[in-house]
């Protein structure tokens, strides 16, 4: 992330590569002003005729979606603002925020510690990596990135059970190119110079045979890992591979799966070190009993206020030298954390 003005009153900055979008994106507030450079349809007066005009306009955040495929965010809200008069402040308009792309955020109250979440290292070897986990049903295709994994999709085989009809062989190859096209879109609109493919079975390697004769400018980018499951499963069980650690982009994403696994852990103790849920979380971050905050990223764009909380929670943690990992909606592991409310913590020592 480059900073390029220092808040009161504005920040201004440029996001430089697919996780500083993904950082702004918990960043970024309801209430905030963001002013960037876009595109707008303009009616000309008395007239049906509309043409696009591009101009420079500031928004107030009401709803903030993060697009994992593509990596971006769109910010829609009411114009306050425009570079162009011919533009009706008061109107909803829809910011399409990218890399590259310089911003403004004008904010209220500024909290300066916050500043330092934007200092995103943005050249510390590779930014993101493809994860592939296939076999003869499924293929599961997620973005591995420093702060954040996001499965991107699944596509089914549809293939049926005898194994060497003209369809099988007809469905296989559509399968592959299904898989191989989206892999190519990804690589085209990310920064990943790495594709890892993992999977039991043969699916992985007959899949790398196809790449072979339909794609070999990108073999050297592929690794292969062998691994037991396949699906959501399959990628928690790439990610903690050990043959992955050699990549530094890995690093949060296996912070992440052993964070989970240490809660559940404690979790299924009598005394365990473990709690869930706003109000005892609270309770144990005023005593300074919270070593690890886990926070689910989608609670910070809900409700104002709950996020005014969960802020004030973290600042507790921080203070008493605990710290936050945030987790992606769209991580493996997402369905587990939204299943204890979205926010979890590891304690020092078991709560009374």
Not at 107 to 125: T, V
Not at 279 to 308: F, T
């Amino acid at each position: 992330m480059k900073l390029i003005q220092l808040p009161p009153p504005v920040l201004t900055l440029i996001p430089e590569n697919d996780d500083d979008i993904y950082v702004l994106y918990t960043f970024i507030k309801t209430g905030d002003i963001i002013k960037a450079k876009t595109s707008r349809k303009i009616k000309k007066e008395g007239s049906d005729d509309a043409y696009r005009e591009t101009a420079v306009i500031s928004i107030a955040v009401e709803k903030i979606e993060y697009k994992s495929y593509g990596d971006f965010l769109r910010i829609r809200g009411i114009i306050v603002d425009s570079s162009n008069p011919d533009i009706s402040l008061s109107s909803y308009h829809t910011l399409t925020l990218k890399p590259k792309l310089q911003l403004s955020i004008k904010r209220d109250n500024w909290d300066m510690e916050s500043i330092a979440e934007l200092n995103s290292p943005s050249n510390m070897g590779e930014t993101s990596l493809l994860l592939l986990v296939i076999d003869d049903e499924v293929a599961t295709i997620a973005k591995l990135g420093r702060f954040a994994t996001q499965v991107i999709t699944e596509i089914h085989s549809n293939l049926p059970r005898k194994a060497h009809n003209t369809q099988y062989l007809s469905l296989k190859k559509e399968y592959h190119q299904n898989i191989l096209e989206t892999l190519l879109d990804l690589e085209k609109t990310s920064s990943s110079d790495k594709i890892i493919i993992g999977g039991p079975g043969f699916e992985k390697d007959e899949f790398f045979d196809y790449l072979k004769t339909h794609a070999p400018q990108i073999i050297k980018k592929i690794h292969l890992i062998p691994i037991k499951n396949h699906g959501r499963n399959g990628l928690r069980e790439l990610i903690a591979k050990k043959e992955l650690k050699s990549f530094t982009v890995v690093n949060h994403a296996q912070e992440e799966s052993d964070f989970l696994t240490q809660f559940l852990t404690e979790l299924s103790k009598e005394n365990g070190k473990a709690v869930y849920g706003l109000e005892s979380i609270q309770k144990a971050a005023e005593i300074g009993a919270i070593e690890k905050l886990g926070v689910l990223d989608k609670l910070l764009h809900g409700d104002i206020s709950l996020r005014n909380k969960i802020e004030e929670i973290q600042k507790l943690v921080k203070r008493y030298s605990g710290s936050t990992i945030l987790i992606s909606s769209n991580h493996p592991y997402s369905n587990e954390f939204e299943a204890f409310g979205g926010i979890v913590a590891l304690l020092r020592y078991p709560l009374p």
